[in-house]
């Protein structure tokens, strides 16, 4: 099955499923889904379709998806607040048969809400490529009451954490701690890294690196000690960070860091881009950060760095593209929010 008739699938189980819940009465409204994303109503409408998919859900998916807000797993613990790269937050997946194809137009309604229109195809392509498409390996929870001022919903998979939390997680961008990742072409991808969706993040970084001079470059690259890609936690502001200081930049450079943080955030609805600069300003903004490039596993060793971190008192974007892009995310206005990997 070719990527661009999975896309035509797709669109025809948009457009079959919002017919249904109009032709049944259903309490489904499938809203178009460039509005979804539109700054002054898509910071709430993806919320409202979490009450809504909450309403329709049966005592037996209640039990198996929904939990209390501070619900503790015996073996992974906090599970509202976890991330990894792949995993299962729920045994049923999306597309299991287990939701009804209104419940599924629901869900792919919040799905999409949460991030920008023009990036829905690059994600559903990262799907594909990595799990045979939407819903195959994605699995959903809903955490306390929706509708209530505490509630998220918690969407994971193959290399995918995202979250719909309405603010109600105080302190945090995402609603919590967040994964994306890419094989784009293969599990060891080559130096360009062919058709992954997020490579665009990694040129932008190298740019930055390669509009250093000579001594910020040396500060800039840690030729050992490249850190796990899932240690995020933050080191608060008396943190050891690695890498060059922000405030080390020139005026021109620190400009072109506004831009690397720009792509990284480009994906995302405006609600959470917002929620990322304002966490960050209160932590000291970019000035409080350090950038990091790592010599250690640069794929066909040409000096375009695969592993970066940009990393504050309470902000961490750790970029790992060797074999293939990993990228784990934790951001919060407080160093004190604990994260659960």
């Not at 032709?23 to 809504?52: F, I, N």
């Not at 039990?63 to 790269?85: H, K, M, P």
């Not at 137009?105 to 990595?130: C, N, S, T, V, Y």
């Not at 929706?146 to 969407?155: N, R, T």
């Amino acid at each position: 099955m070719r990527f661009e008739d999975f896309e035509i699938g797709r669109r025809k189980f948009l457009e079959v499923a919002g017919k249904s819940a109009l032709a049944t009465g259903a309490a489904v409204c499938v809203p178009p889904l460039h509005a979804l994303a539109q700054p002054s109503v898509g910071a709430t409408r993806p919320e409202s379709m979490v009450k809504q998919l909450f309403e329709t859900l049966s005592p037996k998916q209640r039990e198996t998806i929904c939990f209390s807000w501070d619900f503790q797993d015996a073996e992974r613990g906090l599970l509202r607040t976890r991330v990894s790269n792949n995993w299962d937050i729920t045994e049923k997946t999306i597309n299991s048969g287990f939701y009804t194809q209104d419940q599924q137009a629901m869900i792919r309604a919040i799905f999409e809400g949460l991030f920008q229109p023009e990036w829905h195809e690059k994600i559903d392509k990262q799907l594909f490529d990595d799990s045979g498409g939407y819903g195959e390996s994605n699995s959903i929870a809903i955490f306390g009451e929706p509708g209530s001022d505490q509630f998220e919903l918690v969407m994971t998979g193959r290399h995918m954490t995202i979250r719909c939390d309405g603010n109600s997680a105080e302190h945090v961008a995402f609603g919590g701690p967040i994964f994306y990742g890419h094989a784009g072409e293969g599990f060891d991808e080559e130096p360009d890294h062919p058709g992954n969706v997020f490579w665009g993040q990694g040129l932008e970084a190298n740019k930055l690196y390669q509009a250093l001079d000579g001594k910020q470059q040396k500060l800039a690259l840690v030729k050992q000690g490249l850190p796990h890609e899932s240690h995020v936690a933050f080191q608060g502001a008396e943190g050891s960070f690695q890498g060059i200081p922000i405030t080390e930049l020139s005026a021109d450079q620190r400009a072109r860091v506004q831009e690397v943080l720009g792509k990284l955030v480009e994906p995302y609805r405006q609600n959470d881009r917002d929620e990322v600069i304002s966490c960050l300003q209160a932590q000291g903004g970019l000035d409080a950060c350090h950038l990091a490039f790592y010599q250690e596993d640069d794929l066909g060793e040409d000096g375009v760095w695969d592993n970066w971190r940009l990393e504050g008192p309470s902000f961490v974007w750790h970029y790992r593209g060797a074999p293939h892009v990993h990228v784990w995310v934790n951001v919060a206005s407080d160093a004190s929010v604990k994260l659960n990997t």
